[in-house]
């Protein structure tokens, strides 16, 4: 039987890639099978008043993984955030908390990056570490 330049190479590529798709295949099992990766809860943002203190929590979830084993490494807000209200984060949550001074409708991103819980080899089984989701504030 003849071989066509075209069956030689295809038997040249498939022996290359076999190496490639084994050492692949624990990437494969964590971001295809059961990719791991942070949620943001998509919530409606309850409404503040001017100079009246202002507190919310934004919980993040994990993908087949236990929250606890996570912690929010960086929280980045992108858009229109209200003035004189802060973030930050404690045992898996964003909590925003001050007095608003201005009335609007502040509508804006909130992206953030989490960490395994562990020393050494973070993030080893997670397919993307960061979560981005909208949000509005209303001030009255």
């Known amino acids: 039987m003849r071989r066509t330049k075209y069956d030689i190479l295809l038997t ?3 022996l290359l890639l076999i190496p490639i798709l084994l050492s692949c295949e624990e990437h ?4 295809v099978i059961n990719p791991i990766s942070p ?20 919980e993040f979830e994990m993908k087949n993984a236990r929250v606890e084993e996570y912690n929010i490494s960086q ?5 229109n955030f209200p003035e004189n209200i802060n973030y930050n984060s404690s045992n898996g ?4 908390n001050g007095i608003p001074v201005r009335k609007g409708i502040y509508e804006f991103k909130i992206t953030i990056r989490v960490t395994e819980n562990v020393y050494g080899e973070q993030n ?9 989701e909208s949000y509005t504030i209303i001030i009255n």
């Open 12 to 14: 040249l590529f498939s």
């Open 28 to 31: 494969i099992e964590t971001c």
């Open 39 to 58: 949620n943001l809860t998509a919530k409606e943002l309850k409404e503040g008043n001017l100079s009246t203190i202002y507190n919310e929590n934004i």
């Open 75 to 79: 929280i980045t807000i992108e858009g």
């Open 93 to 96: 949550k964003i909590i925003l």
């Open 124 to 132: 080893k089984n997670m397919c993307g570490d960061t979560a981005t």
